[in-house]
């Protein structure tokens, strides 16, 4: 009976050791191979009672390698910020994504060249006559260096919109 058991033993191990590869995990904070977002939008600024209009764009995406590429640029009419950002990473769960951006031009010491953002992306699908407006966008805090592992994600959340398209891709 025990040598019933070895061939099978050496068999298990052989199928673990060529399984194991596609098993995986992908790299920390990195979505899978072919991750997205990409769109523009525009809404009031955060401040209550604000008539301040803010527009952005974003084209981030992530190779199979792992790489992330891309930009976003911020502008706001009201107090006159702008700034744009290189894409560092990428993450993309379902209609949720994040991307880490480092600032490569700004015109404010708040978010300073070199430093970097974590930026939050909704995709919630085509507007409808009942709600026009569906996707959602947050920028975090400005950071003192630019985020290497996109592994935060926001649960639903809403902002006053003028409009906003983003198209996110899980490619996992």
């Given at each position: 009976?025990?040598?019933?058991?070895?061939?099978?033993?050496?068999?298990?191990?052989?199928?673990?050791?060529?399984?194991?590869?596609?098993?995986?995990?992908?790299?920390?904070?990195?979505?899978?191979?072919?991750?997205?977002?990409?769109?523009?939008?525009?809404?009031?600024?955060?401040?209550?009672?604000?008539?301040?209009?803010?527009?952005?764009?974003?084209?981030?995406?992530?190779?199979?390698?792992?790489?992330?590429?891309?930009?976003?640029?911020?502008?706001?009419?009201?107090?006159?910020?702008?700034?744009?950002?290189?894409?560092?990473?990428?993450n993309a769960i379902g209609n949720r994504a994040v991307i880490g951006i480092?600032?490569t031009k700004s015109n404010s010491a708040r978010f300073p060249v070199g430093?970097?953002?974590?930026?939050?992306?909704?995709?919630?699908?085509?507007?409808?006559?009942?709600?026009?407006?569906?996707?959602?966008?947050?920028?975090?805090?400005?950071?003192?260096?630019?985020?290497?592992?996109?592994?935060?994600?926001?649960?639903?959340?809403?902002?006053?919109?003028?409009?906003?398209?983003?198209?996110?891709?899980?490619?996992?």
């Amino acid at each position: 009976m025990k040598y019933l058991f070895a061939p099978l033993a050496v068999a298990c191990m052989v199928a673990a050791v060529v399984a194991a590869p596609s098993l995986a995990a992908e790299p920390a904070g990195n979505g899978g191979p072919f991750d997205s977002v990409t769109g523009s939008m525009q809404r009031f600024n955060l401040a209550p009672f604000s008539t301040e209009q803010v527009d952005g764009i974003v084209s981030a995406h992530q190779s199979p390698q792992g790489g992330a590429h891309g930009m976003f640029t911020l502008r706001n009419e009201g107090n006159g910020l702008d700034y744009t950002g290189d894409v560092t990473c990428i993450n993309a769960i379902g209609n949720r994504a994040v991307i880490g951006i480092r600032f490569t031009k700004s015109n404010s010491a708040r978010f300073p060249v070199g430093g970097g953002q974590f930026v939050f992306f909704v995709d919630n699908g085509p507007p409808s006559a009942v709600n026009p407006q569906r996707d959602a966008f947050s920028p975090g805090p400005p950071l003192a260096k630019a985020p290497t592992e996109c592994t935060l994600l926001l649960p639903d959340f809403t902002r006053p919109f003028i409009s906003a398209n983003f198209v996110i891709h899980d490619g996992s």
